[in-house]
Nanobody, 114 residues
């Protein structure tokens, strides 16, 4: 079973930036794709961005041009660089595989104030 630990969230003003990190207990190369998801209060969890073992990326339309997913294979870590943050980006952010087959971690809270 893969363990996932997210970090890097916080409180930021609209227009600001944050970088989230997700460290996995297994080599990234052994996981076909990793992704960032988020869940806002009262809403379903949604896919934000994904990256395959080959390095291909894709993004939700709502974050295209603002968020960037990347990875450091030596550290078994996936990142989410979030720029030009908006209040509607406020959510708990999680990482998981794509599909999300692993046990969810605790997530990291991102709060964007207007």
């Amino acid at each position: 079973q893969v363990q996932l630990v997210e970090s890097g969230g916080g409180l930021v003003q609209a227009g600001g930036s944050l970088r989230l990190s997700c460290t996995t207990s297994r080599s990234i190369f052994s996981i076909s794709a990793l992704a960032w998801y988020r869940q806002a209060p009262g809403k379903q969890r949604e896919l934000v961005a994904a990256i395959t073992s080959g390095g291909r990326t894709n993004y939700a339309d709502s974050v295209k041009g603002r968020f960037t997913i990347s990875r450091d294979t030596a550290k078994n870590t996936v990142y989410l660089q979030m720029n030009s943050l908006k209040p509607e980006d406020t959510a708990v952010y999680y990482c998981n595989g794509r599909p999300a087959l692993f046990t969810w971690g605790q997530g990291t809270q991102v709060t964007v104030s207007s």
